[in-house]
């Protein structure tokens, strides 16, 4: 049975977690936390509860160890994934106690959102070992990961790092080259800073900003992403005649994204408050519950049209027959 340590829980880590142990991995746990067994046992709850609804035929789980030392938790282990805080001296110092007991041949994965791996591997004993796998939460419902590793990655590294994440179920994106935020995050910064702009000027309210994409194109993205949206924008002239049509207008000054507003009291206030208005008494445990029904709700009828992530479901059951 192959063995992951999860090093650092939280939400990310805690999901890591639960993601290895319903495919069938041992799974050992560190994390110093006073807090952190209730974090994780709440998090497996909603995955033994959700995760069933989405994957077939998931093997018998996994056994789960708490660990008193990272030493532990590594020691025998073939994939490790740090989830410690987003602070790059932490994780550095948190890397380097790893691989003072890990395997040679273990992989080391950071969740990080930010960090590029050169970054991550400064001052490493073996800087080859240690890559980004990054995730999405929730992590054991959603299957992409980013998997970026630096020049000194070996690329056979990287193939068994692929292959130890689709083997729980993961659809790795090994990005061509690192650059910090990786790829997913910097595109959601791009629509994170013009939302800001658009709370600060009074054109619009958190709970419509968030309408306009549950109700419009955050439906089409979920099926065909950006680029194909736009493809099938531009009718049977395909993606040339929509640029053509509307390549001009990236020069006109309709964004902000060169800029970013300043998170002042003011700016923060006020969308607090919208936010507040908007979860209307909805506890965090709430929404996410509304959250893991909407994506089992969502994979299902993908699945059943056999496209996008319903269609890499569908591949993970026949692999599995």
């Not at 041949?105 to 073996?126: D, K, N, V, Y």
């Not at 990005?175 to 935020?181: K, S, V």
Request: with cysteine.
């Amino acid at each position: 049975m192959p063995t992951a340590a999860i090093i650092g829980g939280g939400v990310i880590g805690s999901a890591w977690a639960s993601r290895f142990l319903l495919n069938g991995w041992e799974v050992r746990f560190h994390d110093p936390a006073p807090n952190s067994e209730a974090v994780l046992d709440k998090v497996l709850d909603k995955a033994r509860r959700w995760v069933p609804e989405v994957y077939d035929h998931l093997p018998a789980e996994g056994a789960l160890t708490l660990c008193d030392s990272i030493a532990d938790a590594v020691t025998g282990a073939e994939w490790i994934q740090e989830s410690t805080p987003e602070r790059l001296e932490i994780k550095q110092v948190v890397l380097a106690e790893i691989q003072e007991s890990c395997a040679a041949e273990a992989i080391i994965a950071s969740s990080t959102s930010g960090f590029m791996p050169s970054e991550l591997q400064a001052g490493s004993a073996r800087p080859e070992q240690v890559l980004v796998a990054h995730p999405y939460n929730p992590v054991y419902l959603l299957p992409i990961v980013e998997v970026v590793p630096s020049a000194v990655v070996p690329h056979e590294t990287v193939q068994r790092a692929e292959t130890m994440l689709s083997d729980v179920g993961m659809k790795p994106i090994t990005l061509r080259a690192e650059i910090p935020a990786h790829v997913g995050d910097r595109l959601l910064e791009a629509v994170w800073r013009e939302a800001l702009w658009l709370i600060k000027d009074g054109v619009a309210t958190t709970e419509q900003i968030d309408d306009l994409m549950t109700h419009g194109f955050g439906l089409r993205w979920a099926q065909k992403g950006l680029f194909e949206t736009y493809r099938t924008a531009g009718g049977e002239a395909g993606m040339k005649h929509f640029l053509e049509q509307f390549g001009p207008c990236l020069q006109w000054p309709w964004t902000k994204l060169t800029d970013v507003p300043d998170l002042d009291d003011e700016l923060i206030n006020r969308i607090v408050e919208q936010s507040d208005a908007q979860a209307a008494g909805r506890s965090v445990s709430e929404l996410e519950e509304e959250r893991d029904a909407n994506l089992v709700a969502m994979l299902k009828a993908l699945r059943q049209e056999d496209t996008a992530a319903g269609a890499f479901l569908n591949r993970l059951r026949s692999a599995s027959d």
